[in-house]
């Protein structure tokens, strides 16, 4: 599935998490609970990792063990440092 200027939806994720990646907390709304905040991210990002196996499954034609496995233990692991009490940025 492309968008009608001919960019795929995974190039368009990419994009954003590099945002992210880029931006990190600085992309908090004013107003916002910083914390409330990263750990509603942190609860995306544990999706996003969950929602790999069966974009790749679906993208491929193929099931992969060990995508799946390894995308299940990604979004346990950010799951739990969600869980973690976000701390302060560094710094």
Known sequence: ?????GTNPARRAVEELLHVTEHGR???????D???WASGVLFDLARVAELLDGAVERVSGRRNETVADNAHTL???IS??????VGRPAG
Request: hydrophobic letters at 25%; glycine letters at 4%.
């Open 1 to 5: 599935m492309s968008t009608e200027d």
């Open 75 to 77: 979004a346990t692991v």
């Open 34 to 36: 910083p914390q409330e």
């Open 80 to 85: 739990a440092h969600r869980n973690l009490e």
């Open 26 to 32: 600085d992309l908090c709304p004013p107003g916002r």
